[in-house]
């Protein structure tokens, strides 16, 4: 980007004519599609791969042209009305919780706050909205985008990670008329996407229980790069344990895991295959045993082991031992198995149903395992990648446990048993009622599209112009919005659980503990509740002003845990999957007339005749 905009500021140099400055764009469009490229371009410049190490290559992309063009024509509107000094306040919000479910997790608000911190309209982003928009555009108004800041915008929000509900708002957004109509777009972006992909995964993890591991596989089946960085990013703070996005791992210091797929197994026909067929005994095996016949613990050279023998061997005996025919077992995929045992002995985990899970991938997988364990090294698991995924997880086990017992090695009961296959979080239920043994699921497709429900629908309403509240009416009620600056609470029980959240006008006093306190629903009048909270807990805190944050943004692990700890404030018949019962929001006594007076004060009224 800095040569991209030293270019253009070598080729349209102040002063020069209109004339020229088109001159100048025709110029200059061989040197931004090069620019492009390079900048696309994995073997771009080592200070550009740099820089996107830093920033999260995510959201290179991230700047005020990620926009819906009618925000840019809306704010010439704006600035040839005369309304640079106006001020408002937009509510950024969602109607409907997703996937058919009582809560929503909010999160991307520290990109919305990233890009608060870089907001700059670049001289090439000038250039190009000179030739896109029409010839009319005054050329004062570009220049009044040149110097646009968001110095006087003011940001409330919720903390990242919170349980959030429809119409509460999760940022209010105060400012310059123009610069927050600008950032309508930019911030549903980066909150709607972020806010549903970690909802999901929470749903994941409170299906799963909190023994069994998740890992994110989805990359490949994500909505491009960047949905698939930014599904591996929040699906780790929705709750899950890792991903197998390498460059994830890399921006976000998320645990990356991964095995081999069905290609490395079929790659191998034979034991004649194998180029490498030793193994040299453990290091930490070998200064163990030294140790106990009271020898130092030098490390000398380590003999040396045929392992391919090793492994054969134990195949024989456990298939007897298994009553598993031997000579029905997959040698290409015993020697697959070898093959990656020899490369990974501290890590081994093998995708044992490439053949058949009980007659060949499991006898297989004992086998090199207890060849690794002769030789002091301990194996991880297997994956399951298809079939009765219930069936199969409690056969693995029962071999397990059987492999156990017969050699007295205890930690082998205890192997992982990873399952995939396009798994939603029906699956997981369904599993649940099976009685599955499964330790781990690796979840790609459902989690990262969220195929279940693939947008969460937040939307961006002007609320205040000048002090002056606003209201959109509409004859779906669910549509009406909330007019003004309003303040959130959230009041709990004496069981320490979230009972309703409730907005009030700013001028009101907040809500007190074991003081009762009216709660309405905001627009049909019979419903409403006294409620004595025996904790209050105000939502929204300044989050951005005068032109810098108001505190140090909370790393991934910090939002991570507040997922967590905000989920438990929930009732379980809130989180539950089937009918989960319906979490409250209200308002009180005052917005409640605050609103329908407004309204009665901007519907017209009709006439019959």
Request: net charge negative.
């Amino acid at each position: 980007k800095s040569a991209q905009e030293n270019t253009f500021s070598r080729e349209a140099a102040p002063g020069s004519s209109k004339q020229d400055s088109t001159s100048s764009k025709r110029d200059l469009q061989p040197e931004i599609i090069k620019l492009e490229k390079k900048m696309y371009s994995s073997r771009g410049s080592k200070d550009c791969q740099e820089r996107n190490s830093c920033l999260c290559l995510e959201n290179s992309v991230v700047q005020p042209l990620l926009t819906d063009l009618y925000q840019i024509t809306m704010a010439y509107a704006y600035w040839k009305s005369g309304k640079t000094n106006d001020v408002a306040t937009f509510d950024l919000f969602f109607r409907k919780n997703p996937f058919k479910g009582e809560f929503t997790i909010f999160c991307g608000l520290s990109d919305c706050l990233a890009l608060l911190e870089n907001f700059h309209y670049s001289e090439s982003d000038i250039t190009y909205l000179r030739s896109v928009l029409p010839p009319t555009v005054e050329e004062e108004f570009f220049s009044f985008l040149k110097t646009l800041k968001p110095d006087e915008v003011e940001v409330y929000a919720l903390p990242e990670g919170s349980v959030c509900f429809p119409r509460i708002p999760l940022m209010r957004v105060s400012g310059p008329l123009i610069i927050v109509q600008l950032l309508e777009t930019t911030f549903l972006t980066l909150v709607n996407y972020s806010s549903l992909v970690t909802t999901n995964a929470a749903r994941f993890r409170i299906a799963a229980g909190s023994n069994t591991k998740l890992l994110e596989f989805g990359l490949r089946r994500a909505q491009g790069p960047d949905g698939g960085l930014s599904a591996s990013k929040y699906s780790y703070i929705g709750g899950f344990d890792g991903t197998s996005n390498v460059l994830a791992g890399k921006l976000f210091k998320i645990p990356v895991k991964g095995t081999h797929a069905h290609a490395y197994v079929t790659s191998f026909s034979g034991l004649e295959d194998l180029h490498t067929r030793t193994l040299s005994r453990s290091r930490k095996d070998e200064k163990e045993e030294k140790k106990g016949e009271g020898e130092g613990e030098g490390e000398g050279d380590t003999e040396e082991q045929d392992f391919v023998e090793l492994c054969t061997t134990w195949r024989s005996k456990l298939g007897e031992e298994l009553n598993i025919l031997a000579s029905e077992a997959h040698n290409g995929e015993l020697a697959a198995f070898i093959s990656y045992a020899l490369a990974f002995p501290n890590s081994f985990l093998a995708l044992i149903d490439t053949y058949d899970v009980s007659r060949s991938g499991i006898l297989n997988f004992c086998a090199v395992a207890l060849a690794l364990n002769d030789l002091g090294y301990k194996a991880i698991g297997v994956r399951i990648d298809s079939g009765d995924l219930a069936y199969l997880s409690r056969v693995v086990k029962e071999t397990f446990v059987r492999v156990s017992e017969a050699f007295d090695l205890v930690w082998f009961a205890e192997l992982m048993i990873t399952a995939s296959n396009d798994i939603n979080e029906e699956t997981i239920l369904s599993l649940n009622e099976q009685g599955h043994k499964i330790t781990c699921f690796g979840i790609g497709t459902h989690l990262v599209t969220c195929q279940r429900q693939p947008a969460l629908g937040c939307v961006y309403k002007l609320v205040e112009v000048n002090g002056k509240p606003t209201i959109k009416l509409s004859q779906d009620v669910s549509k009406i919005t909330m007019p003004g600056q309003k303040d959130a609470f959230r009041l709990y029980s004496s069981d320490g659980h979230a009972l309703i959240d409730l907005l009030q006008l700013p001028s009101e006093e907040p809500p007190q503990v074991g003081k009762r306190v009216l709660c309405r629903h905001p627009f049909e009048e019979s419903k409403r509740a006294y409620v004595i909270p025996h904790k209050v807990e105000p939502l929204y805190s300044l989050v951005w002003s005068k032109g810098t944050l108001c505190s140090d943004l909370p790393d991934l692990d910090q939002v991570r845990n507040n997922v967590e700890s905000s989920l438990r404030s929930l009732r379980q018949d809130h989180k539950r999957s089937l009918n989960p019962t319906p979490y409250k929001v209200g308002v009180s006594d005052d917005l409640y007339h605050f609103i329908h007076d407004l309204w009665l004060e901007n519907a017209p009224i009709g006439e019959l005749s």
